[in-house]
């Protein structure tokens, strides 16, 4: 099985490698080098099938910095998607909405990134750069591919989601504790429109691979903005989020429901 595209599975929405049809999968803690997931929602393990007819192979579980392993291990995956032939990188996550118009059970699509562990100094590109992967200097101002962005909200349309599908820009922060109040305020005067703990890295060295990318988060969650709010944010009610998700879709869900995109062939 040579699959031409990787899904990232985020929090709580490892579900969508269970509906892949004549699956093969690899515990993560049987792969050479991988690391191991300890965060619940996050199988940890690799599955390869067909989705739609389309060969893929599906992350169920991702690594996180907040684990205390350094962005180019959580990035080690896309390095290995890249040198089994990946040409596209869907990543999914799970985040807190920023924006005020956003509600629970939103679809967003990825437009842009702001990199909060970037702008301090941790990219998982910092080091000798491994010329077989890419360039020195990678362009990161198309990072999420324009066209995969119109054909998904094409797919959107054609299923009926527009009505809780946006688009909008991911920020990333360290965790593992959520954003402050100040932070999600400065986040969302920054353009920021959903933050997450997340993403960013995996996409970075995808793109300095020169895979094509589509970025897509679940709002599992409001970000607190206001001190008088008695909201708290936690890691039960971001996975509670895909159930939220789940009843919006209806079941039994049809594979395009997770991705909002046929695969390109």
């Known amino acids: 099985q040579r699959p031409k595209t990787a899904i990232i599975c985020g929090s709580g929405l490892g579900g969508l490698a269970d509906v892949l049809d004549n699956k093969t999968i690899f515990p993560c803690e049987d792969i050479p080098h991988f690391p191991r997931s ?5 199988i940890g393990r690799l599955v390869f099938g067909d989705l739609s007819g389309q060969p893929c192979v599906c992350m169920q579980g991702r690594f996180h910095y907040y684990e205390g392993y350094s962005v180019s291990t959580v990035t080690f995956p896309i390095r290995v998607f890249f040198l089994l032939g990946v040409e596209i990188l869907i990543v999914t996550n799970a985040a807190g909405g920023l924006n005020p118009h956003f509600q629970v059970g939103d679809i967003m699509f990825i437009r842009d990134h702001i990199s909060m562990l970037g702008l301090g100094g941790q ?3 910092r080091g000798p750069n491994d010329e077989r992967f890419g360039v020195r200097f990678p362009c990161m101002s198309d990072a999420y591919e324009q066209d995969l962005l119109s054909l998904a909200m094409e797919s959107a349309q054609e299923l009926g989601f527009l009505s809780f599908v946006r688009e909008g820009v991911y920020c990333l922060q360290a965790g ?3 954003e402050t109040i100040a932070e999600c305020r400065a986040l969302h005067a920054l353009g920021g429109d959903a933050v997450g703990m997340s993403t960013v890295p995996e996409v970075i060295v995808a793109r300095h691979c020169g895979l ?11 970000a607190v903005m206001n001190y008088n709010s008695q909201e708290k944010a936690n890691h039960e009610e971001v996975l509670a989020g895909e159930l939220q998700l789940i009843l919006e879709l209806g079941k ?13 062939s």
Do not use: E, F
Not at 38 to 42: K, R
Not at 252 to 264: E, G, R, Y
């Open 176 to 178: 593992p504790s959520y």
């Open 212 to 222: 094509r990318v589509l970025g897509i988060s679940l709002i599992t969650n409001k």
């Open 123 to 125: 990219n998982p590109l």
């Open 38 to 42: 300890t965060v619940a929602g996050h």
């Open 252 to 264: 039994p869900l049809h594979p395009n429901a997770w991705v909002c995109i046929p695969l390109p």
